[in-house]
T-cell receptor, first 114, second 114 residues
Framework: NAGVTQTPKFQVLKTGQSMTLQCAQD?????MSWYRQDPGMGLRLIHY???????DQGEVPNGYNVSRSTTEDFPLRLLSAAPSQTSVYFC?????????????FGPGTRLTVL | AQTVTQSQPEMSVQEAETVTLSCTYD???????LFWYKQPPSRQMILVIR??????QNATENRFSVNFQKAAKSFSLKISDSQLGDAAMYFC???????????FGTGTRLQVFP
């Protein structure tokens, strides 16, 4: 049971390049989300999905696209990278554990845009 | 909109001593969940403790406990018998019972001195 996996762990891009951050989970959770973490700002929600075929915007969606074709995968696409997108990106899933509701986080991807 | 505020960017504590990290939040809802996450240098987000708003009893997990004051919208984390491994960023987070979105504070960096 791998939980939530993210690839790559590190990535350096040039301005204008595109790339996809991968996120996969094996817990059969319906809810998946992407956050970015910047110094002094905590984690901010980019996009989320409540199930296959359903996505919605979070707090900071501009410059990012997502799709959800399967329960397991939730890729985050940067179509034209900008230096402002330099950040650490976390994928998370939500699962109900008894009476509690916990989000499980992937290990993160550190992205640098030059 | 809900907000989470952590007013202490940095805190320090001596090994074996007790430290309290502060968190306040703003919401008009009555049904929600509160969390404390730990982020060590490895970047992994680790759930430390969670509290359901309808429960009056403060949550406790070994050396970690919370002081949940619903009327004051305060949710502080107390770490007893601090250990060197407790050194990390700590994030307070809020989730409404009606959505799946986590809202994070800006974090508190905890240093533990021997």
């Amino acid at each position: 049971n791998a939980g939530v996996t993210q690839t790559p762990k590190f990535q350096v891009l040039k301005t204008g390049q595109s790339m996809t951050l991968q996120c996969a989970q094996d817990m059969n959770h319906e809810y998946m989300s992407w956050y970015r973490q910047d110094p002094g700002m905590g984690l901010r929600l980019i996009h989320y999905s409540v199930g296959a075929g359903i996505t919605d915007q979070g707090e900071v969606p501009n410059g990012y696209n997502v799709s959800r074709s399967t329960t397991e995968d939730f890729p985050l696409r940067l179509l034209s990278a900008a230096p402002s997108q330099t950040s650490v990106y976390f994928c998370a899933t939500f699962g109900e554990e008894g009476a509690y509701n916990e989000q499980f986080f992937g290990p993160g991807t550190r992205l640098t845009v030059l | 909109a809900q907000t989470v505020t952590q007013s202490q960017p940095e805190m320090s504590v001596q090994e074996a001593e007790t430290v309290t990290l502060s968190c306040t939040y703003d919401t008009s809802e009555s049904d929600y969940y509160l969390f404390w996450y730990k982020q060590p240098p490895s970047r992994q987000m680790i759930l430390v403790i969670r509290q359901e708003a309808y429960k009056q009893q403060n949550a406790t997990e070994n050396r970690f406990s919370v002081n949940f004051q619903k009327a004051a919208k305060s949710f502080s984390l107390k770490i007893s018998d601090s250990q060197l491994g407790d050194a990390a960023m700590y994030f307070c987070a809020y989730r409404s019972a009606h959505t799946d979105k986590l809202i994070f504070g800006t974090g508190t960096r905890l240093q533990v001195f021997p």
